[in-house]
């Protein structure tokens, strides 16, 4: 259909249209104007605006008559004055959907022959739907608001399960925070006593190592020195013996025993050969002293025990102090999570979160990858976020996000690799299930916020007076 702002084009020329305008303007000040069809597509923030204007509407800080409101011609840069109309290309529409939700939609599909609203008022004038003899557009917001409070009504009765589990989630929370820092309050001074015994069985460890390595050394020295007069007395008494066992050597040799050539003089002029010289005889090797045995104290056993708790304890402290850093949510509320995991199996693979503290991808083989560690958890977002995992072949390092749902009951489901080492999973979980979504699903199902019957038109700007 040709639109009205050709013919408007072509039935005033421009400069006879601006003199038309203040004339009409001023008739209108004056005599009052002549009654324009309803508004309709009124915002509900402008509602009571155009009920009270009055002498003409405000348009770009002029003075707009009445009959230039709602005319299928845009005059105003704001599309005010064309509310009900697609004139403007920027002007919305407002759907008021009584009996469910109003909301807006773009004027340039007014009656564009498709019913985009669900009672059907932004088809109020539709030529094409008549063009083609078909019917005016149905009201369907009482459906939509069945079929939307259906939905609501399941996510109110899950929501409140939800909070009645966390309730009890959070006494536990609670029960258990106390506990830890009960408990690391306490092993301060553990330590310390523990820190004491140490040292004190460590003095007396090494007293009693010290005590007897010298009384080691004392025999040692006694019994060197008893082996030294051994000798001493062993060689006194060998010089004595000596002539006694020449005597005998010579009695032994009687003078009538043949000669021995070897033993006859030289020849004259010749020197005497000495005879061959008796090779010495070999004095027999000390053997070899074993080594002595490690000093054993009566302590060690004591000392290793309690240095062992020592060490536990300390590693304690430390765990609890990691633990009480730890972001787990409002209120701690999540705290009985640390140290539990939660599996979900999708396809060939098994997948576990354990979300305060690492996550894995296990295959059926046996094998497992590790996804990363526990990095932080954004309660704004209620995602916990989990880095630093195996690292893909010519890729990233693996990593896990986390996103945590209201649920009357913890579990995991729907792991996903949305892009490349990059996994995602859902938790359901009472914890970051919120009162306040309650109320809000309470106030909808009351119909609060669905919009009630009333006018889907207003009359247009009375021009008595001024605006």
Same mark, same amino acid.
């Given at each position: 259909r040709r639109s009205a702002t050709s013919v408007r084009i072509r039935r005033v020329p421009r400069p006879t249209m601006r003199l038309a305008f203040l004339l009409f303007s001023f008739v209108a000040l004056t005599l009052g104007g002549k009654p324009v069809p309803k508004l309709k597509g009124v915002a509900p923030e402008l509602r009571d605006k155009y009920r009270k204007a009055t002498g003409g509407w405000l348009c770009d800080q002029s003075i707009l008559p009445g009959e230039l409101v709602q005319d299928d011609f845009c005059d105003c840069k704001d599309a005010t004055d064309e509310p009900g109309t697609s004139a403007c290309p920027t002007g919305k529409f407002w759907c008021v959907n009584a009996g469910f939700r109003g909301y807006f939609i773009s004027s340039s599909r007014v009656n564009d022959g498709v019913c985009d609203c669900c009672d059907g008022s932004d088809e109020y004038d539709s030529q094409v739907l008549r063009h083609y003899g078909l019917p005016s557009c149905p009201n369907t917001c009482a459906a939509l608001a069945a079929d939307e409070n259906k939905g609501v009504r399941e996510e109110y009765d899950t929501l409140l399960r939800g909070l009645e589990a966390r309730t009890t989630l959070l006494a536990e929370a609670t029960s258990k925070k106390t506990e830890y820092q009960k408990e690391l309050?306490?092993?301060?001074?553990?330590?310390?006593?523990?820190e004491i015994l140490v040292q004190s069985l460590q003095s007396e460890d090494q007293d009693y190592v010290a005590k007897a390595e010298a009384e080691r050394k004392a025999?040692?020295?006694?019994? $060197? !020195? #008893?082996?030294?007069? %051994? $000798? !001493? #007395?062993?060689?006194? %008494? $060998?010089? #004595?013996?000596?002539? %006694?066992?020449?005597?005998?050597?010579?009695a032994a040799t009687p003078e009538s025993a043949p000669s021995d050539p070897s033993r006859e003089a030289p020849a004259a002029g010749t020197e005497p050969t000495a005879p061959p010289a008796a090779p010495a005889p070999e004095e027999p090797s000390a053997p070899a002293e074993a080594p002595l045995p490690p000093i054993v104290s009566p302590f060690q056993?004591?000392?290793?025990?309690?240095?062992?708790?020592?060490?536990?304890?300390?590693?304690?402290?430390?765990?609890?102090?990691?633990?009480?850093?730890?972001?787990?949510?409002?209120?701690?509320?999540?705290?009985?999570?640390?140290?539990?995991?939660?599996?979900?199996?999708?396809?060939?693979?098994t997948y576990e979160v354990c979300p305060f503290e690492r996550s894995a991808q296990k295959s059926k083989s046996g094998s497992s990858t590790s996804l990363g560690s526990f990095d932080s958890y954004d309660g704004a977002t209620s995602t916990i976020k989990i880095t630093r995992g195996q690292?893909?072949?010519?890729?990233?390092?693996?990593?896990?996000?986390?996103?945590?749902?209201?649920?009357?009951?913890?579990?995991?489901?729907?792991?996903?690799?949305?892009?490349?080492?990059?996994?995602s999973s859902i938790l359901e979980t009472p914890a970051v299930c919120s009162s306040a979504r309650l109320a809000e699903l309470a106030s909808r199902l009351k119909g609060a916020t669905f919009a009630a019957p009333q006018e889907d038109d207003l009359p247009a700007p009375d021009l008595h007076g001024d605006l």
């Open positions: 309050a306490g092993l301060g001074p553990k330590i310390e006593t523990q025999e040692a020295e006694r019994k $060197a !020195e #008893a082996e030294r007069k %051994a $000798a !001493e #007395a062993a060689a006194a %008494a $060998a010089p #004595a013996q000596q002539p %006694a066992t020449e005597n005998t050597a010579s056993e004591q000392l290793g025990k309690a240095r062992s708790e020592l060490t536990s304890l300390k590693n304690r402290k430390e765990e609890l102090e990691k633990i009480l850093a730890i972001n787990f949510g409002e209120q701690s509320v999540m705290l009985p999570y640390y140290g539990q995991c939660f599996n979900t199996e999708v396809g060939e693979y690292k893909c072949w010519n890729g990233p390092e693996r990593s896990m996000t986390v996103t945590l749902v209201c649920s009357s009951q913890t579990r995991l489901r729907n792991a996903d690799e949305p892009s490349m080492c990059s996994y």
